[in-house]
C-alpha cells in the first residue's frame, strides 16, 4: 500500500510596527498556547487513525513574534513535491490579520493550500451574515477561513482529510462551541519554549467561555458564554507530566478561571502535588468577585497561584455601566486587592482608557487612585478598540461609525475611532501617560516597600520589565528583550529601505536601546536602595511616609475637584505634622543612625514644623497648596531619603553629575567642567553596581 504524506505547518504570524517592519524579538514573553494545541490535535488525530491509515503526518510550528519564518524553504519544500503540504495560520488576531494576508497571498501564488483560523475570521463570520471584504478577498485568492473551535468530534479531521485529498472548502464554520471534556491537552515543545524568557513556562486554557456580557468582548461571542472545561484529570495529568520535563510555572489562559466548573478539583490535585515535593506554580485570569466565592483564595494560594490577572477595567463606575460590566463594584475594589494580598498572591490587573466618561483628567485621577488607594501590583492599560467578535464592533459597523480601516492598528494600543471627549493624539497622549505615571520610579519604590519579603525580587523583576516596556512605548505583554529587525520583512504597501538608510535606522535603534540600558541600571540601582532594607526602621518610616502621602495626595485631588480648600489645608497639615514627629521618633530612636544624620532628621524635622506654619494662614490660596504639595514630594520625601538612607543622596549626586557631563559634550562646553568628581564617581560606581548586580543576579 503506497503511504500518502501530508506536511502541516502550523504559523502564528506577528504583526507590522508604525513603520511597516515585522514585529520580532528575541525572547519572548508569553509562549503561544493556539501553536501547542494545534499540534497535539493533530498528531491525536492521526495516531488515532481519523485520517486514514496509509497518512504520514508531520507537524512543525512557528511564531514569528519570536522566530524568522523559513518562507524559502516552505516554498522549495511544496515544489519537491514529496507530499502534501498544507499552511494553517494559527489564532490570527485582528491586529495580525495584515500580516498573515500578506504572507498567504504569497504562499497561495506559489500553489500552497492555506487555511487561516482565530479571533479575526471567528469574530466577524460570528456576528455577521455574510465575509467582510478583507475575508472575501482572500477567499477568492482560494484561502480557506475555518471558524469555531477544532476541538468539535471529527472537525480536524474533516479539514485535513480535505486538504490531503486538495478539495478544501472556502469555509469550515465549527458549530456550536464543542464539549472540551474529554479534548487533547496542549503539550508544550520545550524547543519552542527555548525563545522565550523563561523555559519553564507553559500555557493552558482549562477551560473556554465567558458569563459576563462586556459590550467590547469578544469571547462571549466567539467562545460562548458558556462555561466549558476540559477534565480535571487531564490537565493534572498534563501537568505531572510536563514537571518531568522541567515545565513547573503555569498561566492559565482562561478567560476567567474562577467560573471554571472544575476549578476545585484542578486546585485539589495541585495542592496535592505540592504536599509531595512538586514546586508547581500558576498565575490565572479572574474576575473582580471571585474574592467572593467561599474558598477560593485559600485553595488557589495553597495550589500554588502567585498572581492574578483582574480584568478590573476602569474605576469610573459610569464608564463600567456604559459596557455593562456591571459585576465590577468600584468600592469593593480595595478590599478585593487586599484579599489577595493577605493571601500571598500579587494581583495585575487590566486598565482600558478611552471609555465614554474618561476624560484626560479623569483618567489621571484614576489612574492616581488605583496606584495610591487600591495599590495593586501591576497594571496593563489597553486603549479601547472595538475588536470584531465584539458587540461594539457590530454596532459601530451597522450605524456606520468609522473605524481605522487598518486591522494592524486594531491592537488596542492606537486610537481607532474618534473619542467623544478627547481630541485626536489626546487620546493616546493619556494612555501612554498611564504607564508613565503607573511604571514610574515613585510608583515602583512604593510597590516594593509594600510586597513581603518572599515577593520581593518576582515584583522587582517584573517592575523591571514593566517599565522597559513604557519606555520603548511597547506593551509588556506582547514585547521581549531585544528587537530584531530584517529589512525584506515589510509591509508590500511600504518601499524596501535602501541598505545605508536602513543601517542608520538599526543603528540609531541599537543607540537608543543601549541608552535605555543605562538609564534601567541606574534607576533600579536607586530603587533597590530605597527598598532593599524593608525591615529597617529607616525604611519602615520611609514606606509610612510614601503611603500617607499617596493617600493623602487622593484625596487632596478630591479637594481640587469638588473645590474645598479648607480641607485640603488641612490635610496637609496632618500630613506635615505628623512627618515632623515621625522624623523626631526616629532621631531619637535610630540606633542604626549616625550622630550627624540624627542631627540632619531633627533639623529637617524643625524644618517642616516651620512650613505647617507658613501655610497656617486664615485664607491659603490654591497657589499655596500646589506648593506645598511639591514641598512634600520634593523637599520632605527627596530629603528623608537622602539623610537616613546611605548611599542615595550620592547616587543622586553622581546622577546629575552624569548628566552635566552628557550635557556639556552635547553643547561643546566640556572645557569647563570640573573633573575632580570623577575618581570618587568611577569608585562609586564600580562598588555600587557590583553590590547592585550580585544582589540582582544572586536572585536567578
Known amino acids: 500500500m503506497i503511504r500518502r504524506k501530508l506536511e502541516l505547518i502550523y504559523l502564528l504570524p506577528s504583526r507590522y510596527d508604525d513603520d511597516g517592519y515585522v514585529r520580532r524579538y528575541w525572547r519572548g514573553v508569553l509562549p503561544s498556547n493556539t501553536l501547542a494545541c494545534l499540534k497535539s490535535l493533530t498528531l491525536a488525530a492521526a495516531e488515532a487513525g481519523e485520517l486514514g491509515p496509509d497518512v504520514d503526518v508531520s507537524v512543525e510550528i512557528y511564531d514569528e513574534t519570536v522566530q524568522r519564518l523559513p518562507l524559502r524553504q516552505i516554498i522549495k519544500r511544496h515544489r519537491s513535491g514529496h507530499g502534501r503540504l498544507v499552511v494553517g495560520f494559527a489564532g490570527v488576531q485582528s491586529n495580525q490579520f495584515a500580516r498573515a494576508r500578506d504572507l498567504a497571498v504569497r504562499l497561495r501564488d506559489e500553489g500552497i493550500p492555506v487555511m487561516i483560523g482565530g479571533f479575526h475570521v471567528s469574530g466577524i463570520l460570528s456576528m455577521f451574515d455574510a465575509p467582510s471584504p478583507e475575508l472575501q478577498a482572500l477567499l477568492d485568492r482560494g484561502v480557506t477561513l475555518v471558524r469555531g473551535e ?23 464554520s465549527v458549530s456550536p462551541p464543542p464539549d472540551i471534556r474529554d479534548a487533547v491537552v496542549p503539550q508544550p515543545d520545550p524547543e519552542y519554549l527555548k525563545r522565550f524568557v523563561f523555559h519553564n513556562m507553559g500555557t493552558i486554557d482549562t477551560s473556554r467561555g465567558c458569563l459576563f456580557n462586556c459590550s467590547f468582548c469578544t469571547i462571549i461571542n466567539v467562545q460562548g458564554r458558556k462555561m466549558r472545561s476540559r477534565s480535571a484529570q487531564s490537565i493534572l495529568a498534563s501537568i505531572e507530566t510536563n514537571y518531568e520535563r522541567g515545565i513547573n510555572v503555569y498561566f492559565f489562559t482562561d478567560d476567567n478561571f474562577a467560573r471554571s466548573p472544575v476549578w476545585e478539583e484542578v486546585l485539589a490535585g495541585l495542592m496535592r502535588m505540592r504536599e509531595q515535593g512538586r ?6 485570569q479572574v474576575d473582580t468577585q471571585a474574592w467572593k466565592i467561599p474558598g477560593f483564595i485559600e485553595k488557589a494560594e495553597a495550589a500554588g497561584c502567585y498572581l492574578v490577572f483582574v480584568g478590573m477595567e476602569s474605576i469610573n463606575a459610569e464608564n463600567l455601566a456604559s459596557v455593562g460590566k456591571r459585576q465590577n463594584k468600584v468600592s469593593e475594589f480595595a478590599s ?6 493577605n493571601a500571598g498572591v500579587l494581583v495585575h490587573v487590566g486598565y482600558i482608557i478611552g471609555f465614554p466618561h474618561d476624560t484626560p483628567e479623569s483618567v489621571e485621577h484614576d489612574i492616581a487612585f488605583l496606584k495610591d488607594s487600591i495599590k495593586v501590583d501591576e497594571a496593563s492599560f489597553f486603549m479601547l478598540t472595538p475588536l470584531p467578535g465584539s458587540r461594539d464592533h457590530h454596532d459601530m459597523v451597522v450605524a456606520h461609525v468609522p473605524i481605522d480601516a487598518d486591522l494592524n492598528n486594531l491592537d488596542s494600543f492606537h486610537e481607532t475611532f474618534r473619542h467623544g471627549r478627547m481630541a485626536p493624539g489626546e487620546w493616546y497622549a493619556t494612555y501612554r501617560a498611564a504607564w508613565d ?5 515613585e510608583n515602583i519604590v512604593n510597590i516594593l516597600l509594600r510586597v513581603p519579603d518572599e515577593k520581593y525580587w518576582q515584583v522587582f523583576w517584573l517592575s523591571l520589565w514593566n517599565r522597559y516596556a513604557s519606555l520603548q512605548g511597547s506593551h509588556p505583554m506582547v514585547t521581549g528583550w531585544v528587537r530584531f529587525m530584517a529589512r525584506d520583512e515589510r509591509r508590500p504597501e511600504y518601499p524596501r529601505e535602501s541598505v545605508p538608510r536602513y543601517a542608520v ?7 537608543r536601546f543601549a541608552a535605555l540600558l543605562v538609564r534601567l541600571f541606574y534607576e533600579f540601582q536607586e530603587i533597590w536602595l530605597l527598598t532593599r532594607k524593608k525591615n529597617d526602621p529607616r525604611w519602615i518610616t520611609l514606606a509610612d511616609l510614601r503611603t500617607k502621602w499617596g493617600e493623602a495626595r487622593c484625596r487632596l485631588m478630591e479637594c481640587d475637584l469638588s473645590g474645598h480648600r479648607d480641607a485640603a489645608v488641612a490635610e496637609l497639615r496632618a500630613l506635615l505634622t505628623g512627618a515632623s514627629e515621625r522624623l523626631m521618633q526616629l532621631s531619637d530612636r535610630g ?6 544624620a540624627r542631627r540632619r532628621l531633627r533639623a529637617k524635622a524643625t524644618e517642616i514644623d516651620a512650613y505647617v506654619r507658613s501655610i497656617d494662614v486664615p485664607t491659603p490660596t490654591w497657589q499655596q497648596i500646589v506648593q506645598a504639595e511639591r514641598y512634600v514630594s520634593e523637599s520632605l520625601l527627596a530629603g528623608y531619603e537622602e539623610v537616613a538612607i546611605r548611599y542615595v543622596a550620592q547616587r543622586r549626586r553622581f546622577n546629575a553629575y552624569r548628566h552635566e557631563v552628557w550635557t556639556r559634550l552635547i553643547s561643546g562646553r566640556i572645557l569647563t567642567l570640573n573633573l575632580s568628581p570623577i575618581p570618587r564617581l ?19
Do not use: C, N, Q
Open 591 to 596: 540606633k542604626t543612625l549616625s550622630a550627624r
Open 682 to 700: 568611577l569608585l562609586f560606581e564600580v562598588v555600587m553596581g557590583l553590590r547592585f548586580g550580585v544582589s540582582f543576579l544572586g536572585r536567578f
Open 505 to 511: 535606522r538599526r543603528l540609531r535603534d541599537w543607540g
Open 437 to 441: 505615571a503607573f511604571y514610574s520610579k
Open 150 to 172: 477544532v476541538e468539535y468530534p471529527g472537525a480536524l479531521a474533516e479539514i485535513l482529510r480535505d486538504a490531503l485529498d486538495g478539495t478544501m472548502k472556502p469555509i469550515y
Open 279 to 284: 514546586d508547581v506554580k500558576f498565575m490565572m
Open 336 to 341: 478585593m486587592v487586599e484579599a489577595w494580598h
